[in-house]
């Protein structure tokens, strides 16, 4: 006894399971998050691949996860931000992260940014003043398998440093100024980038080491950035 035979045409249909059509979806919601960033003006290639590549949500606390995708800011444990993907990707473009560099960031938050300068192909120190912070970051790069590309420090990343040179080095954070104790760790040809409160404002600025050992400061457009703060937290 044979089986019904197929209606013209039927074999042809594909199937899609609900996992097919989940990740259907996903691919949609991606290709918008990216094109909102090259309708803000970021163009970067390699920054718009990374934020694709990177995804968002393992980062983002779970009762925000369908936002995502979206370019806004977050609240994180311990009174912190996640900070907006645009303002990341303008961050990212300043620093002009190159493959191979040595970067110091300051404020590891949920790791997002860690994980993105790692996939730009940067050995990422990054510090961060709290304990349960760090933890979930650590915890979020593995599940992106890039755990082994960023060493995550808990301490004060604007304290001094001894002997320790960096290529680049990010402050996830607004300041009323750049301290010495950070722009001293900008090896020749280095570069900060972050954000300083003028007026009541952050704004992004950009701090280079020339060739003669002097550093010469930019400032940029106003950027939405939470304040960084020194020290470590003494609970959480």
Do not use: W
């Amino acid at each position: 006894m044979t089986g019904e035979r197929p209606l013209p045409g039927q074999m042809d249909l594909p199937f899609f399971s609900e996992e097919q059509d989940h990740l259907a979806e996903e691919a949609v919601e991606v290709g918008s998050f990216i094109l909102s960033l090259r309708a803000r003006g970021i163009r970067d290639t390699a920054i718009l691949r990374a934020m694709e590549l990177i995804p968002r949500d393992v980062f983002a606390p779970r009762r925000f996860a369908d936002l995502s995708r979206s370019d806004v800011a977050l609240p994180l444990p311990c009174g912190q931000t996640m900070t907006s993907p645009g303002t990341v990707a303008m961050m990212l473009m300043a620093l002009g992260v190159q493959e191979g560099h040595r970067v110091l960031e300051i404020g590891t938050g949920t790791g997002y940014v860690a994980a993105l300068l790692a996939q730009l192909g940067a050995e990422v120190h990054s510090v961060e003043r709290f304990n349960t912070l760090a933890e979930s970051a650590v915890q979020h790069l593995k599940i992106v398998d890039l755990a082994l590309r960023v060493k995550i420090e808990i301490g004060d990343g604007l304290a001094q440093r001894v002997r320790e040179r960096f290529d680049r080095i990010l402050l996830n954070g607004a300041v009323l100024s750049i301290p010495s104790t950070v722009t001293s760790l900008l090896g020749p040809g280095g570069r900060l980038v972050g954000a300083q409160t003028i007026e009541g404002f952050p704004r992004l600025v950009r701090i280079d080491r020339l060739d003669d050992g002097q550093l010469r400061q930019e400032l940029g457009a106003n950027l939405r950035l939470s304040p960084l703060v020194t020290g470590v937290a003494a609970t959480l």
